[in-house]
């Protein structure tokens, strides 16, 4: 077994067999790899005993299921109207100079992805953004490169 | 508060729910009949905290009366409306509060379990809500009670806030609408009979108890009862979250929130209503005037509303499930068509024929994100006509 068949063994011991637990399986496959490959999503079918292409259109209908590669650290950026408003487009290329790429796309060392997104419900504290899990709120331009080089220095 | 009419109140974050005496709510509440607790929740005239505001009462009492054995509790916290954020507070302050009203509808329905939906973007605070939820089921068994929850996660899907579409994801699918009838409450999750409520409105729930039926009426006006958390955001000097009495004239709270240019309010968020400078006096903010999920986003005269307007289109270009032809066309063309007038591809007449698409999605669209999306696109277009044809 390989390495990954045997983390969705363990995903499917935890969560069942049920249609209910492809969500959970998903998120957590996520939460681990940053994204599900084209292979895990065939085991989680497998494992599952569903086909393929349930798991790829229920996977591809939401947001934070990223099917492509991503970096350890998917950057989400949001861009709410609020947002916009508060000064998104300086956040924004201060990351793309830091990171030396642009809105959708990954780090050669794949270390960072940048993504945008919708409202992260923080409009009381624009701009924000999403770094995996955590909220980062009330950026300026200094703010994003400092928490930028916390995570390289990592 | 400067505006004097504005009246606001500290019912919901309150903590009336600490250290031992964490449970006196519902230690009084599993010991009344339900039938009381409904008929205490009709009398209060509480109505859901989401937006759509259904009778609360009502619809536990359709629960109630349905014989199924198995029955669920959803408490809906996945709001992605565009600038709301009082969940997100209301969560992290008073969490036992929102437990403590989905174990009375628990109990008042015969449901022995509940789910709280949490929207992906507020997955950090799922260790500490774990943490809270653990002292919370120590004390109901404490109390001899059974009745357990659980979290679930979203994955970053806006029309999962619509009730059907959240159980299609709870039961691990494409988050997308069903059709009604059958409402959740005779076929819900796993097609049993399922509540569910907003965050808020399980806290309300809960204060109702706790409070009383005539407290709780004090507040608001005939046709909306209660108190409101707003989330105010945009051009102001102090975005937060405020509960304030429902029934309020948004002059007044513009008054009290501005930042004394306001040009407009976009009531309810995205999928609400935007209210123009001139309607601010007679625009009354409750079931009588624009019901709200809560979300105020002002725009002062230095904001084009052909921008916010564009935002919020690709806003529900972006989460339109697909499912249905109106919502996913509509919302694509409305995009390209605004544009094209902009840009001067279309004369402005063009105009009338998106109207006239947007009163189309509104009739047509299987469930209320297509429904609403002509709330925004009307209102706005109306009201600032100069500022999207120049």
Same mark, same amino acid.
């Given at each position: 077994m390989t390495e990954e068949s045997l983390f969705i063994k363990k995903l499917v011991e935890k969560?069942?067999?049920?249609?209910?637990a492809l969500l959970p399986i998903l998120q957590a496959t996520v939460r681990t790899y940053r994204y599900l490959s084209e292979s895990a999503m065939n085991e989680i079918a497998a494992q599952l005993d569903i086909s393929p292409a349930q798991v790829y259109g229920t996977a591809t209908f939401?947001?934070?299921?990223?099917?492509e590669k991503r970096g350890k650290y998917v950057i989400r950026l949001c861009k709410s109207i609020i947002a916009e408003m508060k000064g998104k487009r300086e956040i924004q290329k201060a990351i793309e100079n830091t990171l030396k790429i642009k809105m959708g796309e990954t780090t050669p060392d794949g270390l960072f992805t940048l993504l945008e997104t919708n409202d992260i419900g923080w409009s009381d504290a624009e701009p924000s953004m999403l770094i995996n899990e955590m909220p980062y709120t009330n950026l300026t331009p200094e703010s994003v490169i400092e928490i930028i080089s916390d995570l390289q220095a990592r | 508060m400067k505006n004097k009419n504005l009246k606001k109140t500290d019912?919901?974050?309150? =903590?009336?729910?600490?250290?031992? $005496? +964490? @449970?006196p709510i519902l230690a009084g509440a599993i010991k009344k009949d339900p039938d009381l607790i409904i008929d205490e929740i009709i009398e209060s005239g509480l109505k859901g905290?989401? *937006?759509?505001? @259904?009778?609360t009462g009502l619809k536990w009492k359709f629960a109630a009366m349905n014989r199924s054995l198995e029955k669920y509790v959803v408490c809906? #916290?996945? $709001? *992605? $409306?565009? *600038?709301? &954020?009082k969940d997100r507070e209301i969560l992290l302050k008073v969490p036992e509060k929102v437990f403590a009203g989905m174990a009375i509808c628990g109990q008042v329905i015969g449901a022995k379990k509940g789910y709280i939906y949490l929207r992906? $973007?507020?997955? &950090?605070m799922v260790p500490k809500l774990y943490e809270i939820l653990d002292i919370f089921h120590a004390g109901i068994t404490e109390l001899g009670y059974d009745f357990h929850i659980s979290i679930l996660q979203g994955?970053? #899907?806006?029309?999962?806030?619509e009730e059907t579409a959240l159980i299609e994801s709870m039961e691990g699918k494409r988050g997308e609408a069903r059709n009604k009838p059958p409402y959740p409450v005779a076929?819900? @999750?796993?097609n049993k009979p399922t509540i569910i409520n907003n965050v808020e409105t399980f806290v309300n729930v809960a204060m109702i108890q706790k409070y009383g039926v005539a407290a709780f009426k004090k507040l608001g006006t005939q046709d909306s009862q209660g108190s409101k958390v707003f989330s105010v955001s945009g051009d102001t000097p102090n975005p937060g979250v405020y509960e304030l009495e429902l029934g309020m004239k948004l002059s007044d709270f513009v008054d009290e &929130?501005? /930042?004394? /240019?306001? +040009?407009a309010v976009q009531v309810g968020g995205a999928s609400g209503f935007c209210v123009p400078r001139r309607h601010f006096e007679e625009t009354i903010i409750g079931f009588e005037g624009i019901p709200t999920g809560g979300s105020m986003m002002l725009f002062n005269s230095s904001r084009s509303m052909y921008n916010v307007l564009s935002n919020y289109l690709d806003f529900f270009a972006d989460e339109s499930?697909?499912?249905?032809?109106p919502c996913r066309v509509g919302c694509q063309q409305l995009t390209v068509g605004m544009k094209a007038i902009k840009n001067g591809e +279309? /004369? #402005? /007449?063009?105009l009338n024929d998106l109207l006239k698409l947007a009163d189309a999605m509104k009739i047509t669209? +299987? =469930?209320?994100l297509g429904q609403s999306v002509a709330n925004a696109f009307s209102s706005i277009v109306n009201n600032f006509k100069e500022e999207m044809i120049y």
């Open positions: 969560y069942g067999k049920s249609r209910e939401y947001t934070f299921l990223d099917v | 019912v919901i974050f309150s =903590c009336c729910v600490s250290g031992n $005496e +964490k @449970f905290r989401g *937006g759509a505001g @259904f009778p809906n #916290a996945d $709001e *992605g $409306e565009p *600038g709301t &954020f992906g $973007e507020y997955l &950090f994955s970053g #899907a806006y029309v999962c806030g076929d819900g @999750f796993r &929130f501005g /930042d004394g /240019d306001t +040009k499930c697909g499912q249905c032809t +279309k /004369d #402005a /007449d063009y669209s +299987k =469930c209320g």
